[in-house]
């Protein structure tokens, strides 16, 4: 199912818990195994079939459109944009407020590789918050900020200049919690105004308009083939530090005067 463009392998299995796939006419189960070349395998009544071709689009998403279809909403939704018929899973989610770089794939392989924690594969923002947050702020934000329990990795933020009641910051991370920054930015207390992502991997978004969708060059074709060809990294225990709350943590990581509790971080955030 990966391979034929229904998304990551996480995504499918979804799929499948759903009800949703039938092999040869039974509804089928984690674990199944079944050949697309000798049985009828459909995905909501649809018969899979494997591409003979894989497509890659980027997509600039904008504000106030649903990254996945299968969200619903009353939002337009970003794959209803790109008028390409066939099965091109959404790469790199955005949530509806939120602009910037998506690609758009049949590749499922990539897709998981791409996204997936454990390849911290990087990905950067452009970033408007609310204020002029102070140099101690950012270095917290860079080492590591405790939302929902646990401690997002280290990330690069530097200033990028100043705006009418805020501050424009470039972001780069290479995990993708949801909300990540919006939650760590609320946390700091300068909430996120705009949030646009300008890179994913190797790809940048460039000069491409909002709304706007192109098939990728060929040099970045290779270049997301190179990521499909890269092992998995071993697990290193993500360096997600002490639980909140606890002694290091309040030493070394709360300045002094903000989140000196984890109930507090949850409003704010």
Sequence with gaps: MSRAGYGSRRHCETIIEQGRVFVNGRVATLG?????????????GERLRL?????????????????????GGNWP????????EGHLYPVGRLDVPSEGLMLFTNDGDL??????????????????????PSDDTLDEWR??????????????VERKGKAKDGTWLEVTMREGRKRQIRKVAA???HPVMKLERIKLGPLEL?????????????????????????????RSGRGRGPRPGGAQQ???DVPRGRGQSSKRGRRQS
């Design 187 to 189: 946390r700091l207390g």
């Design 32 to 44: 199944m195994k079944a050949d697309p070349k000798q049985d009828d395998i459909r995905v909501d």
């Design 77 to 84: 939704a970003a794959r209803e944009m790109i008028p390409i």
């Design 206 to 234: 460039g000069d491409l308009p909002p709304g706007s969708w192109r098939r990728l060059t060929d040099e970045e074709v290779r270049a997301l083939r190179k990521i499909r060809k890269q092992p998995k990294p071993p």
């Design 111 to 132: 897709a998981h590789r791409l996204t997936h924690p454990s390849y911290e594969h990087p990905k950067t923002y452009r970033v408007l918050v609310l204020g002029s």
């Design 250 to 252: 309040r030493k070394q």
């Design 143 to 156: 080492r590591g900020v405790y939302i929902e329990g646990q401690r997002t990795l280290p990330a690069q």
């Design 51 to 71: 591409p003979d071709e894989y497509v890659y689009i980027m997509f600039n998403k904008p504000r106030n459109v649903i990254s996945d279809e299968d969200v």
